[in-house]
């Protein structure tokens, strides 16, 4: 493969978020969205480029350098919640800033680009619960607890305003305090599914309230795991180590569990025929 071609797909990762970079720059007039967003761009293209060379952790990697950014610059240092009930807090004040842009990009507009990537690349939580033993999940889909995440998102919303109408003091410190003890509860909630389901992405199908954003757009994403049909040997391997139970083997959108892939890329690494890719 000519360097060209494995520079294409990073590159040009790279430079959409150099251009989200840029523009909240220009748009904003603060430098902090243009070192934000190249920072985590840069992550990202290099991470993949990392993947491409066969680096066996070059996922975890990205992880790590954008989730801890996320987590404890963004997040404990600079006090910004940074999960759902931060993006309801700035949006009921009518600021679009912090977590508005965050989720407005990661996971509202961005997933129509690279669908549930945001949860495969840059999760804080995600981060965490991927070093448990339990990579290939243990069996099928619980479809009858998904409605858990709803729950869960519309808690998000109710809390944040009733702390509006309530006309909580110190609505601040309010939602620092909720990003500590939300990403305790997270972190606590995602480690016993995964023993409870031997299944490290538990949390993820069943509990994380983004991905109520993030599906509807994922099912239009451009950058998808594609099969060919004609040279598939369908052994199913890529629907059993898939940590999200997606069946790759099937190129519609309405494929099973389509809208939850998170380009980890484990079915294009485990395919003995080498007939999966983006």
């Given at each position: 493969m000519s360097f060209l071609k494995r520079i294409k797909g990073p590159l040009t990762l790279w430079l959409i978020f150099e251009?989200?970079?840029?523009?909240?720059?220009?748009s904003l007039d603060n430098v902090f969205y243009l070192l934000n967003f190249s920072y985590i761009g840069t992550c990202l293209a290099v991470g993949i480029g990392l993947f491409d060379a066969h680096c066996k952790y070059a996922r975890h990697a990205v992880q790590l350098a954008v989730g801890l950014y996320i987590l404890v610059y963004l997040g404990v240092i600079c006090r910004e919640n940074m999960q759902i009930e931060g993006f309801w807090y700035y949006l009921f004040l009518g600021v679009f800033e912090a977590a508005t842009i965050h989720y407005a990009v990661a996971k509202i507009f961005g997933p129509f680009i690279f669908g549930r990537g945001w949860c495969g690349y840059a999760c804080w939580t995600a981060m965490v619960l991927d070093f448990l033993p339990f990579k290939t999940p243990a069996g099928p889909r619980k479809k009858s607890i998904e409605w858990i995440r709803y729950v869960v998102f519309a808690f998000s919303l109710i809390y944040v305003g009733a702390l509006f109408l309530l006309r909580a003091a110190d609505l601040e410190r309010i939602m620092f305090l909720s990003f500590l003890v939300g990403n305790a509860l997270y972190y606590a909630a995602g480690i016993a599914l995964a023993y409870v389901f031997k299944?490290?992405?538990?949390?993820?199908?069943?509990?994380?309230?983004?991905?109520?954003?993030?599906?509807?757009?994922?099912?239009?994403?451009?950058?998808?795991?594609?099969?060919?049909?004609?040279?598939?040997?369908?052994?199913?391997?890529?629907?059993?180590?898939?940590?999200?139970?997606?069946?790759?083997r099937n190129n519609a959108r309405s494929r099973e569990n389509g809208t939850d892939c998170i380009l980890c890329m484990r079915c294009i690494e485990e395919c003995p025929a080498k007939v999966l890719k983006i």
């Open positions: 251009t989200i970079a840029v523009s909240l720059w220009l299944d490290n992405r538990a949390f993820c199908k069943y509990v994380c309230p983004i991905t109520v954003f993030m599906k509807p757009a994922s099912y239009y994403s451009l950058i998808r795991v594609k099969n060919d049909p004609d040279k598939c040997i369908s052994c199913g391997k890529c629907v059993r180590v898939c940590p999200m139970n997606v069946d790759v």
